[in-house]
């Protein structure tokens, strides 16, 4: 049975920095495509990065880029973003989920789902 599990949100000072982990069960994340996206109040999902399971390569949505870092640790099974320089609009739910091999920042294409983890950005 496939399950992920996030973990890492909470409340920060904007300019700072968050990690979020998603724990994988029931398959090796280095066979699937990991995705990472969000969804704040009134607004759709959506996409922030992915890792693809073939080549571990990377695409982030340009609000993203050069302040997020996605990346997997096969031993552990699990992925990570890591979230600096935060801005208030960064404010959402988080949620991780899972797809075979390639990587896309289209939410429907996903299979498995967590939970989610809040983060806000707020002084």
């Known amino acids: 049975q496939v399950q992920l599990v996030e973990s890492g949100g909470g409340l920060v000072q904007p300019g700072g920095s968050l990690r979020l982990s998603c724990a994988a069960s029931g398959f090796t994340v280095d066979d699937y495509a990991i995705g990472w996206f969000r969804q704040a109040p009134g607004k759709e999902r959506e996409g922030v990065s992915c890792i693809s399971g073939t080549d571990g390569s990377t695409f982030y949505v340009d609000s993203v880029k050069g302040r997020f870092t996605i990346s997997r640790d096969n031993a552990k099974n699990t992925a990570y973003l890591q979230m600096n320089s935060l801005k208030p609009e960064d404010t959402a739910v988080y949620y991780c989920?899972?797809?075979?091999?390639?990587?896309?920042?289209?939410?429907?294409?996903?299979?498995?789902w967590g939970q989610g983890t809040q983060v806000t950005v707020s002084s």
């Open positions: 989920a899972t797809r075979w091999r390639i990587g896309s920042l289209t939410a429907a294409t996903y299979e498995h």
